[in-house]
Nanobody
Framework: QVQLVESGGGLVQPGGSLRLSCAAS????????MGWYRQAPGKQRELVAT???????NYGDSVKGRVTISRDNAKNTVYLQMNSLKPEDTAVYYC?????????????WGQGTQVTVSS
C-alpha cells in the first residue's frame, strides 16, 4: 500500500519557486523526523532537508538559504518551500522518515515528484 505521497513538482524557470508536499500515514509521520531527498539521473540520492518532531531543521549545503522545510502535524504533511531555483535543482524529490537514534532513513519511499528547472 502507498503510505507516503509526494506532490507539487513541475517545470519552473531559474529563479522561480515551488512548494512540495508530502502526505504520510500517521504511523510514518510519527517517527522522529521527516526529510526531503532528491535524486537526479546517474547520481546518488541526496539529503536536502530534515525536520525533527521538536522543530529542529537541517539543510544540505547545496540548498541552504534557498529552501525551508516545515511540517503540519494535523495534516500529517511535510512541506519543502523552494526559492531561487537553479537548473542543478532538477531531480525527483522524495520524502521519508528518519529515526531518532542515528537519523537513519526508513524505507517508505513513495513515487517522488519531478522538479525541472529550465529556461
Amino acid at each position: 500500500q502507498v503510505q507516503l505521497v509526494e506532490s507539487g513538482g513541475g517545470l519552473v524557470q531559474p529563479g522561480g519557486s515551488l512548494r512540495l508536499s508530502c502526505a504520510a500515514s500517521k504511523s510514518i509521520f510519527s517517527i522522529y523526523a521527516m526529510g526531503w531527498y532528491r535524486q537526479a539521473p546517474g547520481k546518488q540520492r541526496e539529503l536536502v532537508a530534515t525536520i525533527a518532531s521538536g522543530g529542529t531543521t537541517n539543510y544540505g549545503d547545496s540548498v541552504k538559504g534557498r529552501v525551508t522545510i516545515s511540517r503540519d502535524n494535523a495534516k500529517n504533511t511535510v512541506y519543502l518551500q523552494m526559492n531561487s531555483l537553479k537548473p542543478e535543482d532538477t531531480a525527483v524529490y522524495y520524502c521519508n522518515a528518519l529515526s531518532r537514534e542515528n537519523m537513519i532513513t526508513y524505507n517508505y519511499w513513495g513515487q517522488g515528484t519531478q522538479v525541472t528547472v529550465s529556461s
